[in-house]
């Protein structure tokens, strides 16, 4: 399963513009994001793979000494509400944004491709216990 995720991350930076993987370049930003691009579905609709970036920091030694980010994706599915959820690990927090794809699992039936809401909420923290926040209400992405 987790050789799915890879070779679909894998195809999704393939097949993403040049200009959408600049902005790895430009200036650092502080404080914790993250965004979501693509919602696939995975497994027969049991999971959704939930591509996009995410920053942090910048800290001087560019990792984070923990952290994670709890993500959800809902979902109605003949009337009835289809949840899922995974988590986000960030390794690497020098301001600028880095890719990642996370499976999200369905708790309670099969996704679709069609119309969902993904979510987000999580921490960094840096070597002193210093910590960034993000929280990212219910927002529209459709599954494919």
């Known amino acids: 399963m987790m050789y799915r995720v890879l070779a679909?991350?894998?195809l999704v930076l393939f097949l993403t513009p040049a200009s959408a993987s600049a902005t790895s370049t430009s200036t650092a930003?502080?404080?914790l994001t993250v965004t979501a691009e693509f919602a696939l579905l995975h497994d027969g609709g049991a999971s959704v793979v939930l591509?996009?970036?995410y920053s942090c920091g910048p800290y001087p030694d560019q990792v984070p000494s923990g952290g994670v980010i709890d993500m959800s994706v809902n979902q109605v599915v003949n009337g009835v509400e289809v949840v899922g959820g995974g988590y986000l690990f960030p390794q690497f927090?020098?301001?600028?944004?880095?890719?990642y794809a996370v499976e999200l699992v369905?708790?309670?039936g099969r996704f679709t491709r069609a119309n969902a809401r993904w979510a987000a909420s999580g921490y960094v923290l840096d070597d002193v216990g210093e910590g960034q926040t993000v929280s990212v209400p219910p927002t529209r992405i459709r599954i494919r």
């Open 29 to 31: 930003a502080e404080g």
């Open 51 to 53: 591509v996009g970036e």
């Open 106 to 108: 369905a708790y309670n």
């Open 93 to 99: 927090c020098d301001g600028s944004q880095q890719w």
């Open 8 to 10: 679909t991350l894998v």
